[in-house]
């Protein structure tokens, strides 16, 4: 296990870098709350202020306190919560034919297609030494193929007994593709990483365990719709929730009535983990204050202007 958790961090810290190019993530510019900088006061002058971000709802100051360590712990825990990390392969035991990698793309969602195509178009030699005498099938599928047939084909390499099974003869080179799609993979989470920060923003949370939750509600559950978006944000100004604790369990109770009936146990068991910091996921016990270090402290703030 130690292995694993080691590269779910160094994961982390590689997403960082990528995705902001700076040394400093204080001055990390994410989506569209950008600090634009100032030009220099003349000699004499007093330092000029920064200059303000402006925002759809209001003008802003945001000051990112330490992103790297939220997004470390939020990576960890979905893929302690998902499985093996980079060579995760599960088959079509809900419906979604094949899921693959460290979040889990799918076929049946549309999220694994352009994954694998960046793959076999960038790296041909890597992925055709990864997949063997799979290579030619696989790459015809995802090319060639509609949705459903991809679905259907997914379903016919996964266990009869057990679906979310691959056989063997399929399971192993989709695990070398794992191995030598890293890179891919981690750029690929970036959509993920972006849109759990602006979920942060619009629910007005700032902790560091906010941000684990919204991002394992993206890689689980795609995202927030918009009519839940609205009618949780009418609910939270409508009631008294003082602790964001309280916040994300609205969210959470707004989220579940848009899940099937089947899989509503299983996200209600990973958001409440998260949220209570401990609990059972897939029957086995997660504590992820104590193991994880998630806490309740921000990794950003935001200072209205007046």
Same mark, same amino acid.
């Given at each position: 296990?130690?292995?694993?958790? @080691?590269?779910?961090?160094?994961?982390?810290?590689?997403?960082?870098?990528?995705?902001?190019?700076?040394?400093?993530?204080?001055?990390?510019?994410?989506?569209?709350?950008? @600090?634009?900088?100032?030009?220099?006061?003349?000699?004499?002058?007093?330092?000029?202020?920064?200059?303000?971000?402006?925002?759809?709802?209001?003008?802003?100051?945001?000051?990112?306190?330490?992103?790297?360590?939220?997004?470390?712990?939020?990576?960890?825990?979905?893929?302690?919560?998902?499985? +093996?990390?980079?060579?995760?392969?599960?088959?079509?035991?809900?419906?979604?034919?094949?899921?693959?990698?460290?979040?889990?793309?799918?076929?049946?969602?549309?999220?694994?297609?352009?994954?694998?195509?960046?793959?076999?178009?960038?790296?041909?030699?890597?992925?055709?030494?990864?997949?063997?005498? +799979?290579?030619?099938?696989?790459?015809?599928?995802?090319?060639?193929?509609?949705?459903?047939?991809?679905?259907?084909?997914?379903?016919?390499?996964?266990?009869?007994?057990?679906?979310?099974?691959?056989?063997?003869?399929?399971? *192993?080179?989709?695990?070398?593709?794992?191995?030598?799609?890293?890179?891919?993979?981690?750029?690929?989470?970036?959509?993920?990483?972006?849109?759990?920060?602006?979920?942060? =923003?619009?629910?007005?949370?700032?902790?560091? =365990?906010?941000?684990?939750?919204?991002?394992?509600?993206?890689?689980?559950?795609?995202?927030?719709?918009?009519?839940?978006?609205?009618?949780?944000?009418?609910?939270?100004?409508?009631?008294?929730?003082?602790?964001?604790?309280?916040?994300?369990?609205? *969210?959470?109770?707004?989220?579940?009535?848009?899940?099937?009936?089947?899989? =509503?146990?299983?996200?209600?068991?990973?958001?409440?983990?998260?949220?209570?910091?401990?609990?059972?996921?897939?029957?086995?016990?997660?504590?992820?204050?104590?193991?994880?270090?998630?806490?309740?402290?921000?990794?950003?703030?935001?200072?209205?202007?007046?």
């Amino acid at each position: 296990m130690s292995n694993f958790w @080691d590269t779910a961090f160094k994961f982390a810290n590689w997403l960082i870098k990528d995705l902001t190019g700076q040394k400093d993530m204080k001055q990390q510019q994410i989506q569209d709350n950008l @600090d634009t900088p100032v030009a220099p006061p003349p000699e004499g002058a007093k330092p000029a202020k920064p200059v303000k971000p402006v925002t759809q709802e209001t003008e802003t100051k945001v000051k990112i306190y330490n992103m790297q360590a939220a997004i470390d712990k939020a990576f960890a825990i979905t893929g302690a919560f998902e499985g +093996k990390g980079f060579t995760q392969v599960t088959g079509n035991f809900d419906g979604q034919g094949l899921s693959f990698g460290f979040l889990q793309w799918c076929l049946g969602q549309g999220s694994l297609q352009p994954l694998l195509k960046k793959a076999f178009n960038e790296m041909p030699e890597y992925v055709k030494a990864a997949l063997g005498e +799979k290579h030619d099938e696989l790459k015809s599928v995802i090319f060639g193929s509609t949705l459903e047939a991809q679905v259907r084909w997914a379903d016919n390499i996964s266990l009869p007994s057990n679906k979310s099974r691959v056989a063997s003869d399929w399971r *192993i080179p989709l695990e070398r593709l794992g191995e030598v799609t890293r890179q891919i993979q981690i750029d690929a989470a970036q959509h993920q990483i972006n849109l759990a920060y602006s979920y942060c =923003r619009k629910y007005h949370l700032r902790s560091e =365990r906010a941000f684990a939750f919204m991002f394992d509600i993206c890689v689980q559950n795609g995202s927030i719709q918009n009519n839940v978006l609205e009618s949780t944000l009418i609910r939270l100004n409508n009631e008294a929730h003082h602790t964001e604790k309280s916040k994300m369990l609205v *969210i959470l109770q707004e989220r579940l009535s848009k899940v099937k009936p089947q899989w =509503r146990n299983d996200v209600q068991d990973r958001k409440e983990c998260i949220i209570h910091g401990s609990g059972f996921v897939h029957s086995t016990r997660f504590d992820l204050d104590r193991d994880f270090g998630l806490s309740d402290e921000p990794f950003y703030d935001e200072v209205e202007f007046i």
